[in-house]
C-alpha cells in the first residue's frame, strides 16, 4: 500500500472520458460529495480526505460505522442530500470545513451525511488493494453496511442504462470500473473511467471580467419574463484565443455604465467587471445547477 502519513492510504482516482462499454466494466453512479478514505478499527472511525488531511470530526454521524465491521479500510464518499433525495454539493459544503467539535455535532443533527462505501482496500489485516474489483465489491457487499449514516450503492453491468437513470434520477454521471483492475492508490487509472452528466443551454452575455487575458471570463445569465436577468455565474472554460477574439468584437461596442442583471452581482464576480448592453446570447454546457440558479462546471461552447 501506498502510505502517507497518518492516512492509510490515497484514493485512486478516475480519469475522465466516454463511457466504455462491455462485459470487462462494472458502472457505478458518481455521487456529488466528499470523497473518503474510512479506517475502521476496534470499535472506531478515522476519516480521510483526498489531501490525506484527517476528517473525522466534520463528521461524528459516521462513528456508529465503527460497531458495523471490525477492521476494515473503506473507499467511498461523503454526500448530503436534498429534500428530494438528491445529492447536494451546495449543502454539503456548510460541512466540508468544519473542525470544531461543538458546531460539527449540530450540524449533524440539523444537515446529516451519508457515507456511500464502494471499495473494501484491507479487512481483519489482509490487503485487498491487490485483488481485482470484482472481487474487492464482492467482498464489500458480504458485508452488508448499511446503517443509520452509511450503506454500500449499487453496482451495476449495464452503462447505457446507468447513465439513463443519472438521467432520470438527476444524478451528476457515472464512474465505469475495470473488473479485474487492481486498486492503485494515488493514481488517476485509465482502469476507473468518470463519465459527466452534462447539459447545454442558451444564454445572455451581461458582463465579462478580464483576467490572464484580456476576457477571463464571461458572466452570464437567464432571461426573466419582463425582460429581466438572473445572474447564473462566471464561465472561462473553453473560450478559446479565437473564440475570445470574435466575442471581444461583438461585446466591445456594446459596453454599458451599468450592471444589467436584476439583482446585484456577487462582489468576488463583479470585481473589474466590463458591463455590456443583453444583446449577444453564448452556449454553455455545465453539469448542473445550484439552488440559487449558478452554473457549476460550466465551459463555453
Known amino acids: 500500500m501506498a502510505y502517507v502519513p497518518g492516512a492509510p492510504l490515497l484514493p485512486m482516482l478516475a480519469t475522465a472520458g466516454e463511457l466504455p462499454a462491455g462485459p470487462d466494466w462494472s458502472y457505478e453512479f458518481k455521487w456529488d460529495g466528499v470523497r473518503a478514505i474510512a479506517e475502521v478499527r476496534g470499535g472506531s472511525v478515522r476519516l480521510w480526505a483526498r489531501s490525506g488531511s484527517e476528517i473525522t470530526v466534520a463528521y461524528p454521524e459516521l462513528a456508529g460505522l465503527g460497531t458495523a465491521v471490525s477492521h476494515?479500510?473503506?473507499d467511498g464518499e461523503i454526500v448530503a442530500f436534498d429534500a428530494a433525495g438528491r445529492p447536494s454539493f451546495t449543502a454539503l459544503a456548510e460541512r466540508m470545513h468544519v473542525r470544531d467539535r461543538h458546531r460539527a455535532a449540530r450540524l449533524a443533527a440539523t444537515l446529516p451525511v451519508t457515507y456511500m462505501i464502494f471499495d473494501l482496500l484491507r479487512l481483519d489485516g489482509t490487503d485487498l488493494t491487490g485483488v481485482p474489483y470484482e472481487?474487492?465489491?464482492?467482498?464489500?457487499?458480504?458485508?452488508?453496511?448499511?446503517?443509520p449514516g452509511w450503506v454500500v450503492p449499487p453496482a451495476f453491468r449495464d452503462g447505457a442504462a446507468t447513465m439513463a437513470a443519472v438521467r432520470d434520477h438527476d444524478l451528476e454521471g457515472v464512474v465505469a470500473k475495470r473488473v479485474t483492475s487492481v486498486y492503485?492508490?494515488?493514481v488517476r487509472s485509465p482502469d476507473w473511467v468518470k463519465h459527466k452528466r452534462e447539459l447545454t443551454e442558451d444564454l445572455v452575455v451581461g458582463g465579462w471580467r478580464p483576467g490572464a487575458r484580456r476576457l477571463g471570463a464571461l458572466l452570464v445569465a437567464l432571461p426573466l419574463p419582463g425582460g429581466r436577468l438572473r445572474f447564473c455565474g462566471r464561465v472561462g472554460g473553453g473560450i478559446s484565443?479565437?473564440?475570445e477574439r470574435t466575442l471581444l468584437n461583438a461585446l466591445e461596442p456594446l459596453r454599458s455604465d451599468e450592471s444589467p442583471f436584476a439583482e446585484p452581482v456577487p462582489r468576488e464576480d463583479a470585481r473589474d467587471a466590463v458591463w455590456v448592453v443583453p444583446q449577444i446570447v453564448v452556449e454553455v454546457r455545465y453539469a448542473q445547477r445550484t439552488p440559487d440558479g449558478r452554473l457549476r462546471f460550466p465551459r463555453f461552447v
Open 72 to 74: 476494515a479500510v473503506l
Open 135 to 147: 472481487r474487492r465489491r464482492a467482498a464489500l457487499e458480504s458485508l452488508d453496511l448499511t446503517g
Open 184 to 186: 492503485r492508490p494515488g
Open 241 to 243: 484565443a479565437a473564440a
